[in-house]
């Protein structure tokens, strides 16, 4: 599994090599928190509770996006150090992840998402997917998407003192249906339900959340969810005791079938703030209660953090950056003017278009002025501006005072709203 999945990273970054229409996007992300659970750990994510520990996180990552017409694809990689306090084992690894779209119409789109992640502590554990997509948008606004595929897991437990391992692996047929709509301009909700395939209704999480932009620089975050885990178990069973026997029902041979449901519930709450394009802030909290229908036992958990984020898009020469400025003629026609400072040719290209490239040309009308036209119906369109330098081509940049939201990749989509 583990060939397939690098195999295909390998052949994306080789078309990537040979296309022009490709941003790269570095950063490092450092944090530093207290869990009293492994949990919700943002990189662990296994239960042990046995040692809360404050611990500290190092994580440098790239990644690229890339839109040839009507396809797209998104690769990211990364690694990972985290220290503990409490003498618990420290955790380094990395993961990669490609994501590869190709859009059906103007509705519909088809894609995969294929990945993998490593981490290395007491144990080892080894984690790889592949995941069919298709995404529905019945609005501008809001996007359906649908997925199922396999999850592989395999871990090397050690057994003794000595250098001795055993190995665990599992496979996971599970689907995915999610919920993400924008509220006016300002609200992002998102909302999901996963499960096993093998026991759909047993084994199933939920979650949802609200996202908030204050403003350019500020954004909140609260989110929800709930974990259920159903399962069978056997225990032998004595002479005495109450009838029928407590838990379930005997198997006729002294043996008592139990069945427990295990329910997690999280909550959370993050804070986001941007210094400036390239450093960003953030405040992070988390809880879990366990709740088990077996033994009424509960368990509270929770985690802090706070972290700093580094991230640029490198620049393999200086350009300027754009100011888009776009003036209506009628409820249809708007006149795009964009200052930019820079030579090459410049490209619109956008939701209006298909990401289509290289899209709709501006003339230059003065050296620093360049002019397009657009038809457009009332809505929200995200777009960027392409440079062409020779066989060269680059996003240019937008100044602060463009309307702009976030592409995923830690730069920016223009954003334009026609009433």
Do not use: C
């Amino acid at each position: 599994m583990i060939r397939w999945v690098l195999l295909m990273f390998s052949l994306t970054l080789i078309q990537m090599g040979h296309a022009q229409q490709l941003e790269t996007f570095i950063s490092v992300d450092t944090r530093a928190g207290y869990s009293t659970n492994t949990l919700l750990n943002p990189f662990f994510g296994e239960w042990d509770r046995t040692t809360p520990a404050v611990y500290g996180l190092f994580s440098p990552a790239v990644s690229a996006n890339y839109y040839k017409n009507s396809f797209s694809v998104d690769m990211a990689a990364g690694g990972i150090f985290e220290t503990f306090t409490e003498g618990r084992e420290p955790l380094y690894g990395g993961y990669l992840s490609t994501n590869s779209r190709y859009r059906i119409s103007q509705r519909f789109t088809a894609g995969l998402d294929a990945g993998g992640n490593r981490v290395s502590t007491s144990f080892d554990r080894k984690v790889y997917w592949v995941q069919p997509v298709v995404s529905w948008s019945p609005t501008l606004f809001t996007r359906i998407n649908a997925r199922i595929g396999s999850s592989f897991r395999s871990y090397d437990l050690p057994v003794s003192d000595e250098d001795d391992t055993r190995d665990e692996r599992s496979r996971f047929d599970l689907y995915g249906l999610e919920l993400e709509s924008w509220q006016g301009f300002q609200w992002m909700l998102r909302a999901g339900i996963y499960g096993d395939l093998s026991a759909p209704a047993d084994n199933i999480s939920m979650m949802g959340s609200a996202e908030y932009y204050v403003n350019r620089k500020l954004s909140l975050m609260a989110r929800a969810g709930i974990d259920q885990y159903r399962f069978q178990f056997e225990t032998q069973g004595g002479t005495g005791g109450t009838f029928p026997p407590i838990g379930g029902p005997s198997t006729g041979n002294g043996t008592i079938m139990f069945e427990d449901t295990d329910r997690i519930y999280r909550a959370g709450v993050h804070v986001n703030y941007r210094v400036n394009r390239n450093i960003s802030l953030h405040v992070n909290a988390d809880q879990l209660y366990l709740n088990s229908s077996l033994s009424d036992d509960s368990i509270l958990d929770y985690q802090v953090s706070a972290g700093l984020r580094v991230a640029f898009n490198p620049a393999l020469r200086n350009r300027g950056k754009a100011t888009p400025d776009w003036h209506s003629n009628n409820n249809q026609v708007l006149t795009l003017n964009v200052n930019y400072s820079g030579e090459g040719e410049l490209y619109l290209i956008g939701d209006f278009n298909d990401w289509n490239h290289p899209g709709i040309p501006l003339n230059k009308q003065s050296s620093r002025r360049f002019v397009a036209r657009v038809s457009l119906e009332p809505g929200a369109y995200e777009y960027k501006i392409l440079l062409l330098e020779g066989e060269v081509e680059t996003w240019i940049e937008f100044t602060d005072e463009t309307l702009t939201v976030s592409d995923g990749f830690g730069g920016e989509n223009g954003l334009i709203i026609i009433e």
